[in-house]
Each structure stands twice: as structure tokens, then as C-alpha cells.
């Protein structure tokens, strides 16, 4: 250093600003920063030279055409005459709606399996045992299979469906049931429920602040679950019962009227729920297992019971173990989810396949289900971070 | 999953690839040493593997037409099996040379897709196919009203059976599946009433269920699907060849030369064979096109003439046994007709 100094000479300052670390590091992130601009605007210009060289009509015009298609399931108004842009909503909302179906459903299975694999009695631990390691090592795509064309495809012909109670069908087209027609007058119903949850977070606090004021305790749950169902019933008897039901009936192909549950959703949402269960079962494990036995020991020295031992101390402290990886779970279960196609579910990754071939756009199809996946993705992981960090430990 | 990757990589190839999809495909074949030929996963009549794993159909052959037109040798070419969704994407990466596989040609995929399509090997139209014993009384697609529908996703077929069911005022549950297998396996499984694509595949289809003789094809047939080898644009050259080739094979059977006779033909004393078969003295035919000049007797000695691939595959010496109808040569009543060789 002393001897470049001294024959830089005058330039003396601007060799030490070379080796300043503070200054060489903002160089190299400038300079890193430049070559990924510079290599993404390659591919850009490359593409977009390759695509008019084949003469590919490009650009994101193309959603706002007749897609002339049709969905055999939708959450919203879709025919054929709805633009590509809609289709694409469909699949989207399509594969959020398996995801939250699937991720409540796995977090319930697996929370039950999770805590079965830890009970005393032998039985309940072999069940789980098999359980998970039965799922847990089978590819996601053959538990599709498994439920689509070995359980569902094997109930009964349309000729023959199952009868259950309250006019629903099973069979191997689907579950069928009856769809409920609202009247006039039915909008006090969901009023009246959403004072039922206003009521019912009033309670909850107050009996809390009694709690700890006096040491008096309230039965919280038991009153919720009244207000919440008894509140919007009391609304339908007061409103005079304005609801109709449309029965499936059977016609020349099919079961017609009412809702259905097609084979390829139910069998796509039961292989993501059991599948993703057997995971989420060894994370709950885990949990449980990381709090300490100390813990519990303590707690039933305080002479707490042991379901309020689980409940207060136990749960809580698992629950900070379990919520990282469980996320990632989640985020496994909504990107399996694309794994519809094999059986014809119209997820995202269906329609916008048919899209893509329809109009020949790939590259802007691709990207749209990257963006799309990845905002989901983004957004099932804030969730999860936000409410990682609300269960945090908090240190006094 | 897989299609994803398929697709993101066929995507990757369009940003990337400028070498594999540059515009001189001939020469880029001729340096390889085989034609790579984009095919159906498993069409029975036009391309599907046979139960040696060569692929047969007359999609498959036509490919081997224009690799003997190109090698002198039918045998070198190499299949890719694409499902409809990739296909395109295939061809326009360079990933095939050719895309042989029942595509319908369509103004929007000559133009906004970037094809140029050659011809039209095999004229088909739409139908229907429903199991006549658990359905019985069904005899029109009019009588369809609240059917479910097996097809097969990124068709014209899919379309079409939308405009169809809007045009005649009919409800119907669509089950779309990505693969030929996949439709056909959830048919035969009573998944859908009804199994629709082009009629050719309905009854290439019928063979492979498991009680063929309990199915019917209805009579609608409610589209056009002319059917056909495409290449990529710019490359007028290549294009060239590969239509010419199709139209060779159909000269080939209006002027009688066969597989069988080709060799006696080139002695033949009719001007027009001759020409055809590049006997004629000072001939330049075959070279113009960038091939040589018994390109044709190559292309017949390999696959036949296109009467011969018909029948061979899809007609009377096939399990198929579909009629010429309007595959026939125009002299016959069929719309197959191709410019003269001269």
C-alpha cells in the first residue's frame, strides 16, 4: 500500500478510495446490478426478436379476446363467450379454492394424526404410524390416481347412484346435492350472522377482563356456538323461511338440478388433503415433542388440568416450532394443486395450458402463471409470517 | 408439472434458441442426419407406436416420405410425441422440423402462430361416440342436451363442440383432459356419455376400448377439419419441400406408380412419368427443389404413393377400414388434387 502510494503520487487519494471496502462494495453491487439488467434485457430483445422472426404475434392483447372455450367448473358467471382474461380468473380462483379447501382440511387430518402418533394407547399410535408413513412416501400424483380412478371411478354408474339422507346422490360422476334457492327477505340471514361474530368477539373480551378481574369464568364456547347458529336461524324463521331446495333429479345422461361436486375436484382435494396431512402430522409431532416435559411438569404442579395443561401451556409453545414449516407445507399443497391436469380438473395450469395452445402465446402464458403463482405463494407466506410473529415468544 | 417444465423449456428455446430455430432447415437436417418429426402420443391410423415400438400411421410415414425425399432413406427420422398443447410450441422452438400430428389447419394458426401449413393429407370432420348399451335410444347429437363430454384440451375440437352445443341450444358438462390417454381412459371408465374428436379418431379410438362393438359413432359430423404437416414461417425452402413431397405422393398414385412398380416405371416411355420420376434428360426438378432428382422415386420406394399410405394405414388394409371418401384423388370423386410436376 505504502509504495503504490508513493509512486501514484498526486493520485495518492483515489487509490486509497480504490481500496476503501465501503467504496469497493458499492462498485461491485453497481457492477452486478448492471450485468443482470444487462442480461435480462438480452433475453427480452432476444425473444422478442426470435418471436417476430417467426412471426408470433406477441403482446398481452390476446386476454381481452373471446376465449370460445368452455369450463366445466367455475366460482364465477363464465361461458364461452367470456374473454381469456376471465378463463384465466376462473383458474385461478379455481386452484385457491382446492388450496384453502385442501390446506384446512390437511391441518385438521394432520393435527389429529400428528397428536394420535403421540397417544398412550397402542392402537390409535399404529393407525397414525401407518397413516403417515403409508401417504408420506407415495408421489402426490398417484394419490390422485389412487382417489380418482380407484375410488371415485369405482362407485356406482349414474343408473345406480348411492341414495343418501336429505335427496344427495353419489356417484361416479360426482356427489350430488341439493341447492339451496334463496327468496325474498333472505339477506337478514347473513346480517344476522355477522352480528352473531360481532356478539360473540364482545363476549369473548369481556368474559376475559372478568376473568381476570374476579377469577369468575364464563362458558365462551358454548354461548358462541349458540349465538352464531341460533342468531342467523332465529333470522330465517323471523324473515318466514325464504328458502327452496332444487333436488338432483335424474334425467336421460345425468343427475340434473341441484350442486355438484365433480369427481375430479373431489378427488384432487381429498389426495392434497390426505397427502399433505401425513406431513403436517410429523410437524405437529415435532412441536409437541420440542416443548419440554419440564413444561407440563410445571404446569400440573400449579394444579392445572391436563386438557388446560395442552391447551395453555403445551399448544402454544408447539405452535412456535410447528408454523415455520408448516408453511412451507401450505405453499407445497397450493403448487401440487397444479397437478389437476392429469385428471382434468380446470385449475390455473389447465386453463392457461388451453389458452396457450388456443392462441399460441407461450411466453406470455408462462409468465402469467408464474406471476400468478407466485403472488399466492407471497401471500400464503406473509400470512403465515404475520402470524408466526404474533405467536412469537414474547420475552418480559 | 411436467407441462409447465415442457413449456417454460419450449419458452426458454424461443428466448434462447437462435441457432435451433435458424431458417435454413435443410441444411440443419441434412447436418444432423435424420428429420426430428413431431407426432401424436398414440393416434391409432396416424401415428402410434406399434407393438415393436415403431411408429406407424400416415403421419408418421409422411415424415418418412420427406426423409427419403431428403436421405434417399425413409427410415431416417425421429419421433417426438407431443400432446396438443406442446406441439406448437415444439415447432415454433425448432424443437421438431416438422409438426405431422392430425393438426387442423386454421387461419389463426397460419398467421398469428407462425405456421405455414403444407396441405392437407387427411380431409376429417368432428363426431360424436356414445355407448350404445348404457345409453340406448340416442341416435343424433341433437339428443345430446346435458351430456358430459370427454375432449381432449387445446383443440378445435374443444371449440367447435362450444359453438356447436350454443348454436343448437344444448346444455353440456365439459371434462377436458390434456392427453389422447387420459380423455380415452376416463371415457372407457363412464366418466363422460359422450367421447368426442375428429371421426377418424372416434373410430381409432373404438379399437382400443374395452367392448368396441357396444359403442356407436353418431352421423353429425359438425366441423371441418382439414388436416395437415406443418412448418415453421421463414423458411420458404423447407416449406417448399414438404409440400411438394405431399404432392409428389398424390401425382404418384393418379399416374399409377406404386411401391411395387416404381423400378419398371422409370423405363416407362410417358413423358409425364418420366418428369415425375427424373428420368427425363437434363431434368432439374429435383435439384430446384434443393433435393435430387429421383427425389420421388425415393419418396415412393419408401412410403408409397399417398392411395397406398391411405390404405395401408388408415383404409382397407388397416383395422381401421375407413373409405376414401373425400380422401380420394379428385379423378375419383375425393377432393385430393395436386398441381402438376413440371
Known amino acids: ?396 | 408439472m411436467k407441462t409447465i417444465i415442457k413449456a417454460a423449456l419450449g419458452t426458454a428455446l424461443l428466448a434462447l434458441g437462435a441457432s435451433a430455430a435458424s431458417a435454413d432447415t435443410l441444411s440443419d437436417v441434412k447436418a444432423k442426419g435424420f428429420l426430428q418429426c413431431g407426432v401424436n402420443t398414440g393416434l391409432a391410423g396416424f401415428s402410434a407406436p406399434d407393438d415393436k415400438g415403431e411408429w406407424t400411421g400416415i403421419d408418421a410415414d409422411f415424415c418418412r416420405a420427406v426423409a427419403a425425399a431428403v436421405f434417399g432413406d425413409a427410415t431416417k427420422v425421429r419421433f417426438s410425441p407431443l400432446s396438443a398443447k406442446e406441439r406448437f410450441t415444439a415447432l415454433q422452438s425448432g424443437e421438431v422440423d416438422i409438426l405431422s400430428r392430425n393438426t387442423t389447419w386454421t387461419v389463426n394458426r397460419d398467421t398469428a402462430l407462425g405456421l405455414n401449413f403444407v396441405g392437407v393429407t387427411y380431409y376429417d370432420g368432428q363426431g360424436f361416440m356414445l355407448n350404445s348399451k348404457k345409453i340406448p335410444g340416442v341416435n343424433s347429437a341433437l339428443q345430446l342436451s346435458g351430456a358430459s363430454v370427454c375432449v381432449q384440451s387445446g383443440t378445435t375440437t374443444e371449440l367447435n363442440l362450444a359453438d356447436y352445443f350454443k348454436a343448437n341450444k344444448m346444455e353440456y358438462n365439459p371434462v377436458v383432459f390434456e392427453k389422447v390417454e387420459e380423455a380415452n381412459a376416463a371415457y372407457d371408465a363412464g366418466r363422460c356419455d359422450v367421447y368426442t374428436t375428429d371421426q377418424s379418431g372416434l373410430y381409432g379410438t373404438r379399437l382400443t376400448l374395452s367392448n368396441p362393438d357396444d359403442h356407436i359413432v353418431l352421423p353429425e359430423i359438425i366441423s371441418k377439419e382439414p388436416l395437415g404437416p406443418a412448418v415453421r414461417q421463414g423458411d420458404d425452402k423447407w416449406y417448399h419441400i414438404v409440400k411438394w413431397v405431399y404432392f409428389a405422393q398424390l401425382t404418384a398414385e393418379e399416374l399409377g406408380i406404386t411401391q411395387a412398380n416404381v423400378e419398371e416405371m422409370k423405363n416407362s416411355e410417358n413423358p409425364e412419368i418420366r418428369r415425375v420420376l427424373g428420368t427425363e434428360a437434363d431434368t432439374k426438378i429435383g435439384t430446384d427443389l434443393g433435393l435430387t432428382n429421383d427425389w420421388v422415386v425415393n419418396i415412393v420406394k419408401g412410403v408409397g404413393n399417398y392411395g397406398e399410405m391411405f390404405e395401408r394405414n388408415v383404409g382397407s388394409g388397416s383395422a381401421l377400414k375407413i373409405a376414401r371418401g373425400l380422401n380420394g384423388l379428385w379423378t375419383k370423386g375425393g377432393l385430393q388434387y395436386a398441381p402438376p410436376i413440371r
Do not use: C, H
Not at chain 1, 385461478?92 to 390446506?103: F, P, Q
Not at chain 1, 394432520?110 to 399410535?125: A, D, E, M, T, Y
Not at chain 1, 356456538?225 to 342468531?231: P, V
Open chain 1, 1 to 396: 500500500m505504502a509504495t503504490q502510494d508513493l509512486r501514484m503520487g498526486a493520485a495518492a487519494p483515489r487509490v486509497a478510495l480504490l481500496y476503501n471496502p465501503r467504496f469497493r462494495s458499492i462498485i461491485t453491487q453497481v457492477v452486478v446490478a448492471l450485468a443482470l439488467i444487462a442480461l435480462i434485457a438480452w433475453f427480452v430483445d432476444n425473444t422478442i426478436t426470435n418471436l417476430r422472426r417467426a412471426n408470433i404475434a406477441s403482446g398481452f392483447g390476446f386476454l381481452y379476446s373471446r376465449a370460445g372455450f368452455d369450463i366445466s367448473f367455475s366460482l364465477i358467471p363464465y361461458t364461452n363467450d367470456s374473454t381469456y382474461l376471465r378463463a384465466i380468473a376462473v383458474g385461478t380462483l379455481n386452484t385457491i379454492l382446492v388450496a384453502v379447501m385442501g390446506i384446512v382440511t390437511a391441518t385438521i387430518i394432520g393435527f389429529i394424526v400428528g397428536v394420535g402418533r403421540l397417544s398412550r394407547n397402542w392402537l390409535i399410535r399404529a393407525i397414525s404410524t401407518v397413516y403417515v408413513e403409508t401417504f408420506r412416501n407415495i408421489p402426490p400424483l398417484l394419490v390422485i390416481f389412487f382417489w380418482y380412478f380407484g375410488v371415485i371411478s369405482a362407485l356406482p354408474t349414474v343408473r345406480d347412484s348411492i341414495a343418501l339422507p336429505f335427496g344427495s346422490f353419489l356417484n361416479s360422476r360426482g356427489f350430488f346435492f341439493p341447492k339451496v334457492i334463496w327468496g325474498e327477505g333472505a339477506w337478514l340471514i347473513p346480517v344476522a350472522f355477522i352480528v352473531a361474530i360481532a356478539l360473540v368477539l364482545f363476549v369473548r373480551s369481556r368474559a376475559k377482563a372478568r376473568q381476570e378481574a374476579t377469577g369468575q369464568r364464563f362458558p365462551v364456547v358454548w354461548t358462541s356456538i349458540a349465538l352464531l347458529i341460533g342468531l342467523p336461524l332465529l333470522a330465517f324463521f323471523v324473515s318466514g323461511m325464504p328458502a327452496t331446495l332444487d333436488f338432483p333429479k335424474k334425467s336421460v345422461f345425468n343427475l340434473t338440478g341441484g350442486m355438484t361436486l365433480a369427481p375430479e375436484l373431489l378427488s384432487l382435494y381429498l389426495a392434497l388433503s390426505f397427502y399433505t396431512a401425513s406431513f403436517i402430522a410429523e410437524i405437529v409431532r415435532a412441536g409437541i415433542r420440542g416443548v419440554s416435559k419440564g413444561q407440563t411438569e410445571a404446569a400440573y404442579a400449579l394444579g392445572l388440568r391436563p386438557r388446560s395443561a395442552l391447551n395453555l401451556v403445551v399448544v402454544p409453545q408447539a405452535m412456535r416450532i410447528a408454523i415455520p414449516p408448516l408453511a412451507s407445507q401450505y405453499l407445497n399443497l397450493t403448487k401440487n394443486s397444479s397437478l389437476a391436469i392429469a385428471i382434468g380438473f380446470p385449475d390455473l395450469v389447465a386453463i392457461g395450458g388451453t389458452t396457450l395452445n388456443q392462441t399460441g402465446q407461450s411466453v406470455e402464458v408462462v409468465v402469467l402463471w408464474l406471476v400468478i403463482y407466485l403472488a399466492i405463494s407471497l401471500v400464503t407466506s406473509a400470512f403465515m409470517n404475520w402470524f408466526n410473529a404474533r405467536v412469537a415468544l414474547v420475552e418480559r
